[in-house]
Nanobody, 125 residues
């Protein structure tokens, strides 16, 4: 069992920034981490993913240029830097981990084995 703990969400205003964190303490077998989000009334959607070995990243087209995923292996933590936020960013952001290597498909939620509880990001006008 891999426990994931997200943090960093909150209230944000137009153009603001947030950095979300996903800690995976004690991770011994994790190939990749991914961020997904679910807005009210919408399906969960892929945001970004990163592999621990090599730091290979991938992003949803809708977030490229505004969100950056990174990792700190020493801290077993993955980050999601979000800049220039707007109302479309309001959602619950969850991180997942995949324990086994995969050639492709990290943009799909069913490729991940464990999930955190999520952290809420709310846009405030």
């Amino acid at each position: 069992q891999v426990q994931l703990v997200e943090s960093g969400g909150g209230l944000v205003q137009a153009g603001g920034s947030l950095r979300l964190s996903c800690a995976a303490p004690g991770r011994t077998s994790s190939y990749a981490m991914g961020w997904f989000r679910q807005a009210p009334g919408k399906e969960r959607e892929f945001v970004a993913t990163i592999t621990w070995n090599g730091g290979n990243t991938d992003y949803a087209d809708s977030v490229k240029g505004r969100l950056t995923i990174s990792s700190d292996a020493a801290k077993n933590t993955v980050y999601l830097q979000m800049n220039n936020l707007n109302p479309e960013n309001t959602a619950t952001y969850c991180c997942g981990t995949r324990t086994r290597p995969i050639f492709r498909g990290l943009g799909a939620a069913d490729r991940y084995h464990y999930w955190g509880q999520g952290t809420q990001v709310t846009f405030s006008s």
